[in-house]
């Protein structure tokens, strides 16, 4: 052992000063050692599961339990060779056998997945790197997305698009029989037995389901997420829409297409319960005009029916253990034609260009009055500045978040506007 440190002292060291300084460097003089590798690889890899919820604290010393004996045991439980009864017992067993030091502050952080002193996979990636090992234990990643109006381009061709739920995003991954339920960063939720038993089933082995828990009501789910005892979670469903192999997933990128995986997320869910429900989506080619009006009616039905907002997939895109341009996000927005009845220079970086549109006009009944700045390229500005003349009296379209009234309640204007094209100019026409 480095340094003739067992490692519940480690632990218990780590535990002595909040410093991150200090941390790392009790890391740094015992991370040569195996039993530790092994030990913080079992304990911090979100993968590894042990299938149990509930690890006594020992209260009596036994003659001491080796780590060989620990790790052979722990390994049946990772592989579900011990479930149920037969692996409390076994718990039971190794916990008579350790000192009570052994188990509380070695052993049964491993098993809980809590080594309780302020260290994480990061921290213990980090100072491996530092020491030019190659140990490292494996980072949890999923897939997330990227805010699609900050890159408009991307939303191109045939796409997937589907509306986008107000839950707690759920990644379900199935071995052996035995589904765990895991957050976007790795922790483990155990507050939803029932979607847990409903995944248990050998059809699902080896799979990793991608979704959102839903209830009905958001802000009580939320509350029920993470509670240590008598959590009421018996309305939660899991709505899914994506699926990939363990395999694909743990090299962080799937071999199928969007398409591809949704078909299979079809053909899985005849054997579904019904607290598992696949999202529906709705294949758009945002290169059409027909693509472009049915968007935007999911988009008014976003508003309308309280969803968060609207999800675009590109058909041809692989799903990445990452941030990725293959999922973007779009928040519900409002859309208006106005007016330019004048324009404004800009200032700073800005000025000899367009800074911004004051616009007018009535829209769904209702009189608008604004500035709009926002949405506009560097090349949109030099450009619209050098026609400002032709653009006075011409009709714009714009994007916002929503609608806002004046104190007098009689002129409307809106939150975050932004420019997204003129109307009755063609295609190419020179401004």
Request: proline share 3%.
């Amino acid at each position: 052992m480095a340094n003739n440190m067992l490692p519940w002292k480690i632990i218990q060291k780590l535990e002595s000063d909040n410093s991150r300084l200090f941390k790392e460097d009790v890391v740094e003089n015992h991370l040569n050692d195996i039993e530790i590798q092994e030990g913080l690889a079992m304990c911090l890899d979100s993968l590894v599961t042990f299938g149990v919820k509930q690890v006594p604290d020992s209260s009596q010393d036994g003659p001491g339990l080796s780590w060989v004996n620990f790790k052979r045991n722990a390994i049946l439980l990772i592989n579900r060779d011990k479930t149920g009864h037969a692996a409390r017992d076994l718990i039971i067993e190794l916990m008579h056998e350790a000192t009570s030091e052994q188990w509380n502050d070695w052993y049964r952080r491993i098993l809980i997945k809590d080594l309780r002193c302020g260290v994480s996979e990061k921290t213990v990636n980090n100072v491996a790197k530092r020491m030019g090992i190659k140990f490292r234990v494996p980072v949890f990643s999923c897939m997330l997305a990227h805010d699609g109006a900050k890159h408009p381009k991307k939303i191109k061709g045939p796409c997937l698009v589907e509306y986008k739920y107000d839950g707690v995003r759920v990644i379900a991954i199935t071995k052996n029989s035995s589904t765990t339920l895991y957050s976007r960063n790795g922790k483990i939720l155990s507050n939803f037995p029932h979607i847990e038993e409903a995944l248990s089933k050998k059809e699902f082995n080896n799979l990793v389901l991608d979704g959102e828990v839903m209830s009905d009501d958001f802000q009580s789910l939320m509350k029920q997420v993470h509670r240590k005892t008598n959590a009421k979670t018996d309305d939660a469903y899991l709505a899914l829409f994506d699926v990939l192999p363990l395999s694909e997933f743990n090299e962080g990128k799937s071999i199928l297409d969007t398409l591809q995986r949704k078909e299979i997320l079809n053909q899985l869910s005849k054997d579904f319960s019904k607290c598992i429900k696949p999202v529906d989506f709705t294949i758009i080619d945002f290169d059409t005009e027909a693509g472009e009006e049915t968007f935007s009616k999911m988009n008014k039905k976003a508003l309308s029916e309280g969803y968060e907002g609207l999800m675009i997939k590109p058909e041809s895109a692989i799903y990445e253990s990452k941030r990725s341009h293959a999922w973007l996000k779009i928040k519900p927005f409002i859309e208006v034609t106005l007016k330019v009845v004048d324009i404004q220079e800009g200032t700073g970086k800005h000025a000899g260009k367009l800074g911004a549109f004051t616009v007018e006009g009535q829209d769904d009944g209702k009189f608008f009055s604004l500035s709009v700045g926002s949405g506009l390229t560097d090349e949109d500005r030099e450009k619209f500045w050098a026609s400002k003349n032709q653009l006075i009296g011409q009709l714009i379209e714009i994007r916002a978040d929503a609608i806002t009234q004046s104190m007098e309640g009689e002129t409307y204007s809106l939150r975050f506007p932004r420019f997204k094209t003129f109307r009755g100019f063609e295609v190419g026409e020179k401004i």
